[in-house]
């Protein structure tokens, strides 16, 4: 079942701004004395789109550590304001959370920044009332024009640095759920190369292995192999099997190891040797044994996402190239590749009723 994080509710309680610099330059910290003051009404509604606004809630990650989750420093400060839920360890917790920011950010590259740890009360994740830890960093500043209006009814313009509400550069919401697992965790900006030390080293979170996870993997999966498995003159027989695996994704509501084999390559018994022995090597590289034992659900948006990177394209040395949106077209043989003796070249005949 797909995780729902409904914000509507949402109550900021607590929040700490402290600031850091780049430790490979040895920029250092400002730490603040105390927490920060909540905002009235409307600042604090403002505030609380500029931390939430950047999250999708369509992949959920979960804190993990090589030895043992105990380890992950993240993780226990969680952990610690959860259990206390009272102002003091708030505060102790973000200035270790800074301190261990601190501790990463020692690649040249790495950006300063101001830090902020809030603390959230009345989400509804599955219909079930939640606290959350919301961790931010903002990095990027832009520059405002500013007009002012003197005495003698003249105006005047300044610049003022700021940051941008509508754009969080580093962000992540803790939500208070399956503490023995790692918490749940949402995030924004981990795809970029140069969030790798916000991920890896400072978050130290892996993706939940739910079924947006194995959609997502059983997906790309089907992309490598239609990409490394066929031959060129196989170009055909490729696309076909993209299609064909897209298809089985958009129209089954779950998915069936052996069900997909068994209908994507019907009776051709070498490629669907191919692709298990395929499949048991990309198990071992990302983790899908478990699904083996049982169907999943089908997380649609990840098959929406996948369609757009599917290449369903048979590219020709002739500068041109055929693009094939169904595997019906192929089955029906709509599209039919065949040599010519005179010319000395391949062809493709295609059939249709009407142009469009």
Partial sequence: ???????????????????LGNKSRDEGMKVASKLLPLPQAEQKEQLQDFFLGSFKFEEFYQFNHASELEMNEIFSYCKAIFEQADAETFYEQSVLMLQQLYNCSNHPKIKGGEFYLVYFEDILVNDELVEAIGIFKTENKE??????????????????EGVDLKKMDKGCLVFNIEAESGFRV???????SEA?????????????QDELFYTQTYLKMCKDFGKQQFEAE????????????LEYFETQDSFDAEEFVEQIFED?????????SYKQQYQEKVGLEDVEEEPFFIATPAVKKA???FKRVIQLDSQMEIKVQSAQAQEEGLLQKGFDEEKGMYYYKLYFNEEK
Avoid: G, P
Avoid at 186 to 192: E, G, I, N, P, Q
């Fill in 143 to 160: 520059q405002f024009l500013k007009l002012r209006l003197d005495e003698e009814e003249d105006w005047t313009f300044y610049f003022e």
């Fill in 307 to 309: 369609a757009r990177s």
């Fill in 186 to 192: 949402a995030s924004v900006d981990l795809k970029s």
């Fill in 1 to 19: 079942m797909d995780t729902q994080v409904v914000l509507s509710e949402i109550q900021m309680r607590r929040l700490a701004l402290h600031r």
């Fill in 268 to 276: 051709n018994e070498e490629k669907k040797e191919q692709f298990n």
């Fill in 234 to 245: 196989e170009k055909q027989e490729q696309v076909a099997f993209l299609n064909k695996s």
């Fill in 196 to 208: 790798k030390y916000w991920r890896d080293e400072f978050l130290q979170i892996t993706q939940l």
